[in-house]
């Protein structure tokens, strides 16, 4: 690996990835990576890492892209995440370009030189909220300011999660919520992960204020909701393993390879998706991008998620951001028969991809083991919530690893309590180290002729989007960052938002906000409009539309 131009985003995250995969380097940072070819004198694959158009930093990306308008829609307003989200998205989608230029390269295709800009990165870790601002129906749920985490008696902040409405029910009745309360409460907590808020009833969050914390654990106990305490910085700092995000294991040795020249670096293979909800369905649909085939595999009558409003031509736009373009097969994967037919069809394909609850899989005859039996040059890539590295962890879904890993201090400055992000941060970024882990998988069988065990998790995703906070405390510094940082400020009639630690000019608020920029602009200063309705971003033409009519974001990297 060799690195060379000026500092781009995330320079040292794919410095590290590539050197957990095995690649050996100069080091130096920079903003365009190589990596030699394997076959002598065959060239290099290059990654160009940029900012985008009329950004500069991970703060006026956030700004334009729409991530600093999702995630303040718990506070009612714009507020910046205190990590690095957009340019830890483009790291990795930076090593995913360079694992399928080899790829390519070794399947006998065009070695393309890639750009990745954090601003196609940040509209990729928005698309399904993009894709609801455009659809031809409102919501399901409110957009207003609220939301977890709850406070105990005793001041302890905590994360609930059930997907049950009858453990939802259970748990607050236990607590002496009122019915009514309850009722009004399931709607916007079960569809936080796709509005980015949740409204509750006041009266939830008193009835949580007057519980001393054994009772709210009896209560999720008892009801079979469970509940996590938020986690510090400090404390995952000190139990973290160093283990990378994902792990590869080589079984058999029976895959021949392919030499016939390829259009794109996954043309010609066949992605077996299992997945509910954003990370596997995300990771899939960027192998998609790549060039594979895509099968889903869904439940008979097809996945209910298909339905889940707002809608675009009858088909929801979440759903559509993360598979359109996927070929779908209804499988009952609790019939024999059908479970027959999956094996059938994994022994043609190249990758079977799920995020199946833990212990699913292997219940089912449907692990590892089992599809490498029918096919010993797989790639069997399992993206989970804990990667069992956490013993006794709680539920894993976005909010409570986020809860558990620290997260909750780490996306908030100083003098903001911690919470954890209500836009689905993990999930999106899980899907994106998946996809990573399935490239460095099928180029490893590629080399080696061996198929290969592919393991990622949403607290892998934790672990590489917290990393500069946990070595901040390691050091016993602050892991958070200070009073207002990346907090954007108010003009007459919008938002603003300063590359970090920018001086802070006087209050904008008599001005308009193009009388603010201009103001700014003209002392040097490369301020940008926060983007506070994604609607706007809809007319930029960077947005597309697809056959449903539903907005598609540009895909993240760019060949040539």
């Not at 405390?473 to 602050?478: K, M, S």
Request: glycine share 12%; charged share 20%.
């Amino acid at each position: 690996m060799e690195t060379s131009g000026p500092p781009g985003p995330a320079d040292g995250l794919v410095a590290e990835h590539l050197r957990l995969l095995g690649a050996t380097g100069d080091g130096r940072p920079g903003g365009r990576f190589a990596l030699a070819g394997r076959q002598s004198g065959s060239g290099a694959v290059t990654a160009r890492t940029t900012w985008g158009d009329g950004v500069v930093d991970e703060a006026t990306v956030q700004a334009a892209t729409g991530i600093m308008a999702v995630h303040g829609r718990r506070d009612g307003g714009p507020r910046g995440l205190a990590v690095d989200y957009a340019g830890t998205a483009t790291g990795v989608l930076t090593v995913q370009a360079l694992l399928a230029g080899l790829l390519a390269q070794a399947r006998g295709g065009r070695v393309p030189d890639a750009e990745v800009s954090a601003e196609r990165a940040g509209l990729l870790t928005v698309s399904q909220y993009l894709a609801a601002a455009g659809a031809e129906e409102g919501e399901a749920a409110e957009l207003a300011p609220g939301g977890p985490p709850f406070t105990a008696a005793d001041g302890t902040l905590f994360e609930l999660e059930t997907l049950d409405p009858g453990a939802w029910a259970a748990f607050w009745r236990a607590l002496g919520a009122p019915e009514e309360a309850i009722r009004r409460g399931w709607r916007p907590f079960q569809f936080r992960y796709a509005t980015a808020c949740a409204p509750f009833p006041p009266v939830l969050h008193e009835i949580v204020r007057a519980s001393p914390w054994e009772r709210v654990r009896e209560a999720a106990d008892g009801s079979g909701a469970d509940v996590c305490p938020l986690s510090s910085l400090a404390r995952r700092a000190a139990e973290y393993d160093g283990a990378p995000p994902w792990e590869l294991a080589a079984h058999g040795a029976s895959y021949a390879g392919t030499t016939a020249p390829v259009d794109a670096p996954l043309a010609g293979l066949t992605v077996l998706e299992a997945g509910r909800r954003i990370q596997a369905p995300l990771a899939a649909h960027l192998l998609g991008l790549l060039g594979a085939e895509v099968v889903r595999i869904e439940p008979p009558g097809g996945d209910p998620l298909r339905g889940m409003p707002p809608a675009c031509s009858g088909i929801s736009a979440r759903w559509l951001a993360l598979n359109r373009g996927k070929k779908a097969v209804e499988v009952d994967i609790k019939s024999a028969a059908d479970r027959e037919r999956l094996y059938e069809m994994a022994a043609q394909a190249d990758v079977f991809l799920h995020n199946w609850a833990p212990g699913k899989a292997a219940q089912l005859g449907l692990d590892h083991e089992h599809l490498a039996a029918a096919n010993p040059a797989l790639v069997y890539a399992y993206t989970s919530g804990w990667a069992d590295r956490l013993p006794g962890a709680p539920m894993g879904t976005d909010f409570m690893v986020q809860a558990r890993t620290g997260v909750g201090e780490a996306v908030r400055p100083a003098d903001e309590p911690p919470a954890p992000s209500l836009m689905t941060l993990l999930d999106v970024l899980g899907g994106l180290l998946g996809a990573e882990a399935v490239l460095a998988g099928l180029l490893l069988r590629e080399r080696t002729g061996c198929g290969v065990r592919v393991d990622s998790s949403l607290l892998g995703a934790a672990d590489v989007l917290t990393a500069p906070a946990r070595a901040r405390a390691v050091q016993g510094l602050d892991p958070r960052q200070p009073a207002g940082f990346r907090r954007p400020l108010p003009t007459g009639d919008g938002w603003i938002a300063l590359p970090d630690h920018a001086a802070i000019p006087h209050d904008l608020r008599a001005l308009s906000t193009g009388q603010a920029l201009e103001q700014l602009r003209g002392r040097g200063l490369a301020a940008v409009p926060v983007v506070t309705d994604l609607a706007d971003l809809l007319s930029t033409g960077s947005i597309s539309r697809d056959a449903h009519g539903a907005p598609a974001v540009p895909d993240p990297w760019s060949f040539a």
